[in-house]
């Protein structure tokens, strides 16, 4: 059987930045044509971009509309630094989109993103809403400047969205953690699953959370991954093997009790540990 790489890579395409979009102090959007894809996008799949001269790097798409799809990037290394400055009319790499993403098949969902981690949660919310299914948002960040999509997503207030919000200094909504405004939420209100990505930290709160409670979850996880498509293998999990490439970025709340490692550490490039 011939294996067909450009399939398995994801179709490689360059194409230019069209827009870019300030989100937030920190935040970025970086848009392009939709074209790029040769396949519609899921909710928390991902994309791998690359920046010429640079590097190669995994993101999840945010945004997947008629004529745009695009990125929203925290810059917090050279690559993502060098992918937030790009500008209108820049020359990028895609390929993808790659992974398992979100499953929008709750009744009454709860989703729970913290900091950047609410990239791969817009389009989730976004279907949600135009499927006429009313959810509840927890959007955290350490200070107000940092919060990401809320005055966006506060809009879709008609389409049954409801947005809580959660910073460390109080600057807006509750001051503290995603997880303590998740509790309250808990215990007022019945869910019948959590959607969730950010901290890790946070991730596990959320799913020890939900395991009390008899819910289910999904949590996207980040790792180090060179290629995207499971030739790699720098994304596996301990003890399963599962690759975060093709198995996740979304796991279920069963796939992440057999993850020893989850919430504990991750690797490097050169798979050394890293305490979480």
């Not at 790097?57 to 400055?85: H, I, K, N, Q, W």
């Not at 989730?124 to 948002?137: K, Y």
């Not at 960040?141 to 809320?150: I, M, N, V």
């Amino acid at each position: 059987m011939t294996m067909n790489i450009e399939k398995l890579l994801g179709s490689p395409r360059s194409t230019l930045v069209e827009k870019v979009i300030q989100e937030n102090r920190r935040d970025r959007t970086i848009l392009f044509s939709r074209d790029v894809f040769s396949r519609e996008p899921k909710p928390g799949q991902f994309a791998m971009v690359w920046i010429p001269g640079v590097d190669e790097v995994p993101m999840s798409v945010s945004y997947c509309g008629e004529d745009f799809a695009g990125l929203t990037v925290r810059p917090v290394g050279p690559a993502t630094e060098a992918l937030a400055a790009l500008k209108r009319g820049d020359l990028i790499g895609i390929r993808g989109p790659f992974g398992n993403g979100f499953v929008a098949t709750a009744q009454v969902p709860l989703i729970v993103g913290g900091g950047i981690g609410m990239a791969p949660l817009r389009l989730l919310v976004h279907e949600f809403a135009n499927m006429g299914v009313e959810s509840d948002v927890v959007i955290a960040a350490r200070k107000s400047d940092e919060l990401l999509f809320a005055e966006e997503l506060q809009s879709l207030a008609r389409s049954g969205v409801r947005v809580h919000v959660a910073t460390d200094d109080g600057s807006m909504g509750v001051k503290g953690l995603a997880t303590d405004v998740v509790q309250e939420l808990l215990t007022a209100h019945h869910f019948d699953m959590i959607y969730t990505c950010g901290p890790e930290k946070m991730m596990v709160s959320l799913w020890r959370l939900a395991m009390n409670k008899g819910i289910d979850i999904a949590a996207s996880l980040e790792r180090y991954m060179k290629c995207g498509c499971g030739l790699c293998g720098s994304c596996a999990l301990d003890p399963t093997g599962d690759l975060v490439c093709i198995q996740g970025p979304v796991f279920t709340g069963e796939q992440l009790s057999r993850i020893k490692e989850f919430g504990v550490y991750s690797r490097d490039s050169t798979g050394v540990r890293i305490p979480l």
